[in-house]
């Protein structure tokens, strides 16, 4: 029986190292394959022009800074809405039906096509709103797709921090917000700034409620108000109709490095926060 037993668990570990190296080959074979297509058509002018004839020629430096405006602007709105919706949930919401029916509500926020938050925000923030085809539009638009997952995250984070810390801190006669501030979210801090990483990537890489609410605009953008054109957008527009191929695995090269240095970067600033509350 003991040897049965120790038989499963050789054979699941086994199942599940074999399924981690089928996902990191997949990944690694998805990357690899943009880059070395994309990376020829990589330059100094690539990454300093702004592109012409439709992106046929030029460079994309104007898709980038409408990139990073777009996905800045999610978070800064996405951000304290989805952690203040967590920390609600959990902190000061008793169990119950509300809970449940939040919970679904925003399950069901995250099953909803990228199209229809497209429609919706194209109805709303461009015609109802009057913000037209802009950055604002859709940085709002991203900002309600990804709440979900911050919500989520941040929620299952703070759900993590041990019973004792509050109770710890609550009898030494902190206040409820200030056990919250000092000790709470301090100790869920990972797992909430996973959640913020996850939605910053989906932010980038958004393509069809981008293009309904922000536009294709492909000058430089001088506020929120003007178009823009993201990176995903652009290379969709460029393989779909055949403009340049070798720009579109050059933009999508630059896509997949963008995401991974601010993946790095979200992961170092998280790991300085956190030394410095431990």
């Not at 702004?50 to 898709?63: L, N, Q, Y």
């Not at 800074?65 to 777009?70: A, K, P, Q, R, S």
């Not at 054109?229 to 070798?246: D, K, N, P, Q």
């Amino acid at each position: 029986m003991r040897w049965s037993v120790q038989l499963e668990e050789k054979i699941a570990k086994v199942c599940f190292w074999v399924v981690a190296v089928i996902t990191l080959l997949v990944l690694l074979n998805i990357i690899l394959h943009i880059v070395i297509n994309g990376f020829s058509g990589l330059s100094w002018e690539f990454f300093t022009k702004e592109p012409r004839r439709m992106g046929k020629e030029g460079g994309i430096f104007s898709i980038i800074i409408g990139t990073l405006y777009m996905a800045l602007a999610a978070i800064i709105v996405a951000m304290p809405i989805g952690i203040g919706s967590a920390i609600y949930l959990t902190e000061y919401v008793k169990r119950g039906r509300l809970v449940q029916v939040i919970r679904f509500g925003t399950e069901a926020l995250a099953a909803i096509p990228s199209i229809i938050f497209g429609l919706f925000g194209f109805v709303l923030f461009v015609i109802t709103l009057g913000l037209g085809w802009s950055i604002l539009s859709g940085a709002l638009t991203i900002a309600f797709m990804i709440l979900p997952t911050i919500i989520r995250s941040s929620e299952e984070a703070i759900k993590t921090v041990p019973d004792s810390y509050r109770e710890g801190s609550l009898a030494l006669g902190a206040s409820k917000w200030y056990t919250i501030r000092k000790v709470v979210l301090p100790s869920a801090l990972p797992g909430i700034a996973t959640g913020v990483i996850l939605g910053i990537g989906r932010a980038i890489g958004e393509t069809a409620a981008v293009i309904l609410t922000a536009g294709s605009s492909l000058g430089l953008p001088g506020s929120i108000m003007d178009p823009t054109r993201t990176l995903a957008v652009h290379l969709y527009i460029l393989a779909s109709e055949g403009i340049s191929m070798e720009k579109a695995y050059a933009s999508a090269t630059v896509l997949i490095v963008l995401v991974l240095l601010i993946n790095f970067l979200a992961h170092k600033l998280m790991a300085r926060l956190v030394g410095r509350v431990s």
